[in-house]
């Protein structure tokens, strides 16, 4: 016959015996004949049994030979090579209740096998069973399904209910109510606004809205995704080939006590039953299950990683190299303060600005207008606006002429101003001027903040075991070191370009396994060099996410820990799957030679090792506590409602202090105005905040962070924050009753606002911190 003819039936042979359907198939068969040979011995027909048992046996024997096989063609020493000795020895010393055990243990360790790697793959899988076909455009007054390759950057599409979002754009409808926990893992469901970005991949799970296009299908975020879950596996992680290496070690060892258990007693049955319960079907099957379940526990998280390789690298890691911005900052500017003129409100400037600011493209005008609508300001509707780039933008706000940019020097003359300077300097902040009908009113000051679950996630990773902590930025020098000394860093490399930071990678890549996180384009060859790079893949470029072996594809940093956390457990729960049932298979075999274990029994034995053995290795699925503590429904939606009156109370923080300012120059009427209005803001909605901060979150967050200890000292800043208000009340009482403030009153009360404003930024900046950043 034609040799390629019979490579060829062979190859088709191996095929049909690799369908899905066969090993429960397998499990049936000889489930059956193992149960009925039973009851057959049972009855007393010992005849019928055994010829019953050895159907079973030679049912597996078929199988087992093939997968043999196929694990020799890939260059693997296949530990099935023991069951099919084992098979055929209990075959041939006539044991055929210990073979169709044997057969039952080799279908149900195979069976078990298949749906656990089902059950681990599930959420990898359905990253590609989730992906957007085709998309709704609405062009001349009409709506067109057309396939998701023609949509281009522009396009206005419709999404309806339930549907999934095909491409990164804009909302254009006033809000769209979308469920991010495909890509994020968040389970609340996000509410978008007009003009906010969303991305490709995301449920609708309110009423139709219509959305821009941003990017075409392959240059949006889910297609990246799915890019990098079409290579996820765990066939080449370096835990499988470890695995391996025990099996070209074991299999010999496993035919040499077999052959001296023959050789010193005599007795075939003592070496099959050596085979017997050395026979780990499943066993070193472990190590992988193990890997992709933490595969799958990663991506619940909001974790993507490319193999198996990555993730038992990512848990040998010891050094950590982190980008600035974008992965240690937000990676876009904020309004860090809001300054106003003498007799101005903070409020009204960024108000009035905001405004303005409207018609803007640029990235600090949507960094006013985005805090503005945070506070909940009324804007109003600019009119006769111009732009002039470089220096700002102009034009008709409530029928008065304002200009929001840069100002010229002269002026910006005021003490006012020129403390504004003096402070975006010391901060590294931007500022952005305010003038209504040529007079100078405010100033609001801009920075790109630090995240606020950072220093939590650079926590966690030293608890983790990772020794290093370096920045790699192509920032100044100064705010870079300012960055690291708050998040606790072991050092900064500045002003770098793409070719510093990967001499960087690979000089710290001689000292230890080394993880680079990036965002931007420029990171991408720094994530290439790396041991694991990890792009931030929610704000990221495409090229860092392409580049990279892990992509966190939620807008959370911390994300990074939580993968650290589940490839070392993976990475610990695998080994300990392959060399503790190894080592009680050792155990048995010595008993199995010494005559202490019959083959029927000890195939029994061996049957609950391969089980314990595999769901042991699907422990790797499950959540642990290394991870972020849980949260319940309740907390987390307390989380969110006090992070949201942090946001509306920074015009309180900013008049307390403004008023404080205003006592440093001359005092006049407008600083008693000044410390009054700070007065009372205090009152009625910073003191009701922190008390309901006291009495409601954290006794909710107790539980979760091991006692009332652990929000102990943030109790104590409140008691201060309620000392220094009482105390600016009472010389507000003492200024309206003495007709003004007086000389003997000033140093105290201006002590007090500049002690209240830095006990409130503090307190604020560790609430957000250690507190709010453990709700998704």
Known sequence: MNRSLVVARLRRSASALASPRLEPALLAVTATALVVGLTSWLLGAVGVADVLWELGTAAAIVPAVVWVLAALRHGRAGVDLIAVLALGGTLAIGEFLAGALIALMLATGRTLEEAAQRRASHDLHALLTHAPRSARRRTAGEVATVPLEDVVVGDLLVVGPGETVPVDGRVESAEAVLDESVLTGESLQIARRRGDGVRSGVVNAGGAFELRATATEQDSTYAGIVRLAQQAGAESAPLVRLADQYAAWFLPLTLVVAALAWLVSGSAVRAVAVLVVATPCPLLLAA??????????????????????????????????????????????????????????????????????????????????????????????????????????????????????????????????????????????????????????????????????????????????????????????????????????????????????????????????????????????????????????????????????????????????????????????????????????????????????????????????????????????????????????????????????????????????????????????????????????????LLPHEYAEEHQLYPALASTLGGPEATATMSRAHVEIERLSHRIATHVELARANGGLTPEQLDDLRSCLYGLSTVLRLHFTQEEENYFSLAP
């Open 288 to 685: 992988p299950v193990a890997v992709v379940s933490g595969l799958s526990r990663a991506s619940r998280r909001g974790v993507v990683v490319r193999d198996g390789g990555a993730l038992e690298n990512l848990g040998r890691a010891r050094t950590v190299l982190l980008d600035k911005t974008g992965t240690l900052t937000r990676g876009r500017p904020s309004v860090l303060d809001v300054a106003a003129a003498p007799g101005q409100v903070p409020a009204q400037v960024l108000r009035t600005a905001a405004s303005l600011d409207q018609y803007s493209p640029h990235v600090l005008a949507r960094a006013l207008v985005d805090a503005a609508r945070e506070r909940e300001l009324n804007l109003s509707v600019p009119a006769d606006v111009t732009e002039e780039p470089g220096r700002g933008i102009s034009g008709t706000v409530d029928g008065h002429r304002v200009f929001v940019g840069r100002v010229i020097p002269a002026r910006a003359g005021s003490s006012w101003a020129r403390a504004v300077d003096h402070r975006a300097l010391l901060d590294g902040a931007t500022v952005a001027w305010l003038v209504v009908d040529e007079h100078l009113t405010g100033a609001v000051l801009l920075r790109d903040p630090l995240r606020h679950d950072a220093p939590l996630a650079l926590r966690r990773l030293r608890a983790a075991g990772i020794q290093r902590l370096l920045m790699l930025t192509g920032d100044r020098e100064a705010p870079a070191q300012e960055a690291a000394a708050v998040l606790g860093l072991d050092g900064v490399r500045a002003e770098l370009g793409p070719a510093d930071k990967v001499g960087v990678v690979r000089s710290e890549r001689e000292r230890a396994v080394t993880v680079m996180v990036g965002d931007g384009v420029n990171d991408a060859p720094a994530l290439a060099a790396a041991d694991v790079g990890v792009a931030m893949g929610a704000r990221g470029s495409t090229a860092s996410s392409e580049a990279a072996d892990v992509v966190l594809t939620t807008d959370r940093v911390d994300r990074l820990a939580d993968a650290v956390a589940i490839a070392q457990r993976s990475r610990r729960i695998a080994v300990q799957s392959a060399l503790g049932g190894m080592s009680l298979s050792l155990v048995a075999m010595a008993g199995a030679a010494f005559g202490l274990i019959p083959p029927a029994a000890g195939a029994l034995l061996q049957e609950g090792i391969d089980v314990a053995v595999i769901l042991n290795a699907l422990r790797a699925v499950r959540a642990d506590r290394s991870e972020r503590p849980a949260l319940t429904p309740g907390t987390e939606a307390l989380i969110h409602r006090f992070a949201a009156e942090h946001d509306d109370l920074q015009d309180v923080l900013q008049s307390v202090r403004a008023a404080a300012d205003r006592l440093s120059d001359a005092p006049d009427p407008t600083a008693l105005a000044g410390v009054e209005e700070a007065h009372r803001l205090l009152t009625e909605r």
